[in-house]
């Protein structure tokens, strides 16, 4: 009688697919609440936790001093902020700013990027000195300028003083605004530019080299290919510089605190001046109500009317990965 040894695969293939365990609910669920809780923690201290308080503080008449406000005043600061000029001001220089970005600093940097983005001698030199300004900290670029573009011994009027291209920059209301712009295009423009340049090497080289064997060349190569390729990373790019502008604060503060004649104040530094300087701190937190409100309103209209085909995509692509 043969007697027949079943070898341990045969076993396995006579039993069947083996199912895999899952791992049990609740040991997943404490993990998750493990890595999830500091994080949350730190999100409802510093952010959440400052917006309310902010919140409650704008309907009292505080000097920030002598514990919790206690003269509550409901609306009224926000009442004497919609009907105050300096308001209003303030609105104009930030869409000034909002608008010079997008038509100038944004397109630069885009232009630039394309340019690096060809073979050209020393390109990884370049976008190093492009982008070095960016990681510079707003005080010292502040500080930096605030020497450069001095009216009296400036580095800028002793070289444009023989053009007769001399100017009194920061210390003109007429000028003021748009020397702030400059540094920060100067700043900031580095940083969009890398953001487009990792755009575009992400574009594959098969679909312009198809463009060009159709007949497209040059313009027609950027316009109907390359920029429309671009479009989620531009859209990134103008979302964070409205948001930074709302938000606009460091480098006002020191190159000009928002003078002369307010020609260059922000929301930010009409805060600051209000809460810390004046002691108007119910006052000045109904001003970071009101930017905050901006800030929101704008990131969920932005995601839902400009960015919505992005969100979209980015969806789609993480649940075709599961």
């Given at each position: 009688m043969t007697t027949v040894t079943r070898r341990p695969e045969a076993e396995t293939l006579a039993a069947g697919p083996r199912r895999h365990r899952r791992p049990g609910r609740p040991r997943n669920r404490l993990t998750i609440a493990l890595f999830v809780l500091p994080a949350l923690a730190l999100f409802l201290l510093l952010v959440v936790a400052p917006i309310l308080v902010a919140m409650y503080a704008?309907?009292?008449?505080?000097?920030?001093?002598?514990?919790?406000?206690?003269?509550?005043?409901?609306?009224?600061?926000?009442?004497?902020?919609?009907?105050?000029?300096?308001?209003?001001?303030?609105?104009?220089?930030?869409?000034?700013?909002?608008?010079?970005?997008?038509?100038?600093?944004?397109p630069f940097a885009l232009g630039i990027a394309m340019l690096l983005h060809q073979r050209i001698r020393g390109r990884a030199f370049y976008r190093l000195v492009f982008f070095a300004p960016y990681v510079l900290s707003e005080v010292i670029t502040g500080v930096l300028f605030s020497l450069i573009l001095s009216p009296e011994n400036g580095i800028a009027?002793?070289?444009?003083?023989?053009?007769?291209?001399?100017?009194?920059?920061?210390?003109?209301?007429?000028?003021?605004?748009?020397?702030?712009?400059?540094?920060?295009?100067?700043?900031?423009?580095?940083?969009?530019?890398?953001?487009?340049?990792?755009?575009?090497?992400?574009?594959?080289?098969?679909?312009?080299?198809?463009?060009?064997?159709?007949?497209?060349?040059?313009?027609?190569?950027?316009?109907?290919?390359?920029?429309?390729?671009?479009g989620p990373t531009i859209r990134i790019s103008v979302f964070l510089s409205v948001i930074y502008t709302i938000q606009l604060f460091d480098l006002v503060w020191i190159l000009t605190e928002?003078?002369?004649?307010?020609?260059?104040?922000?929301?930010a530094v009409t805060m600051f001046t209000l809460g810390f300087e004046r002691a108007q701190v119910g006052y000045a937190s109904a001003i970071s109500v009101v930017m905050f409100g901006l800030s929101l309103i704008f990131a969920l209209g932005y995601q839902r009317l400009v960015m919505r085909r992005d969100l979209e995509g980015a969806t789609t692509a993480m649940g075709g990965k599961r």
């Open positions: 704008s309907a009292f008449k505080w000097n920030g001093f002598g514990g919790l406000p206690t003269d509550f005043i409901g609306f009224d600061n926000f009442t004497r902020l919609f009907s105050s000029s300096i308001f209003y001001t303030d609105l104009g220089n930030l869409l000034l700013v909002i608008v010079a970005t997008l038509v100038i600093q944004l009027n002793r070289i444009l003083g023989p053009l007769g291209l001399e100017s009194e920059w920061l210390s003109h209301p007429d000028s003021a605004l748009w020397s702030i712009f400059l540094v920060m295009t100067w700043k900031y423009f580095g940083f969009h530019m890398m953001i487009y340049l990792a755009g575009r090497q992400n574009i594959p080289n098969e679909l312009i080299e198809a463009a060009k064997i159709d007949g497209a060349a040059g313009w027609k190569v950027f316009r109907y290919v390359t920029l429309p390729l671009l928002g003078g002369p004649a307010h020609a260059s104040e922000t929301l």
